[in-house]
Nanobody
Framework: EVRVVESGGGSVQTGGSLSLSCTIPGVTFVDYTIAWFRQAPGKVREGIYCINLPNGKTYNAESAKGRFTVSSDNAKNTVFLHMTSLKVEDTAVYYC????????????????????WGQGTQVTVSS
């Protein structure tokens, strides 16, 4: 069974930084597209950032532009979401999702594209 393991959530003050990690052991990591989603209380889950490991391309939501970045350590089967200049509205449960999406057209921000999901990690930003 393939597992997606997230870590790195926590509490931070406005303007602070936090990095999340997503590890998928035991797979050919570079075959995967990895996305970060988040769900705030009372809101729908939204796609924040995505990295397509086969070609290294990244995609991000407008809300993440200029503040969040993503990187990968393929040797450790791990993708990181680096978040800076955090705002109260970034408070949410953050999920890592993964899928092998090559060979067809796909939309990075669409939840149904991904068949592997982590358990979620809470990020709380306070003023």
């Amino acid at each position: 069974e393939v597992r997606v393991v997230e870590s790195g959530g926590g509490s931070v003050q406005t303007g602070g930084s936090l990095s999340l990690s997503c590890t998928i052991p035991g797979v050919t990591f570079v075959d995967y597209t990895i996305a970060w989603f988040r769900q705030a209380p009372g809101k729908v889950r939204e796609g924040i950032y995505c990295i397509n490991l086969p070609n290294g391309k990244t995609y991000n939501a407008e809300s993440a532009k200029g503040r969040f970045t993503v990187s990968s350590d393929n040797a450790k089967n791990t993708v990181f979401l680096h978040m800076t200049s955090l705002k109260v509205e970034d408070t949410a449960v953050y999920y890592c999702a993964a899928a092998r999406l090559y060979g067809r057209r796909w939309l990075w921000g669409l939840e149904v594209e991904y068949d592997l999901w982590g358990q979620g990690t809470q990020v709380t930003v306070s003023s």
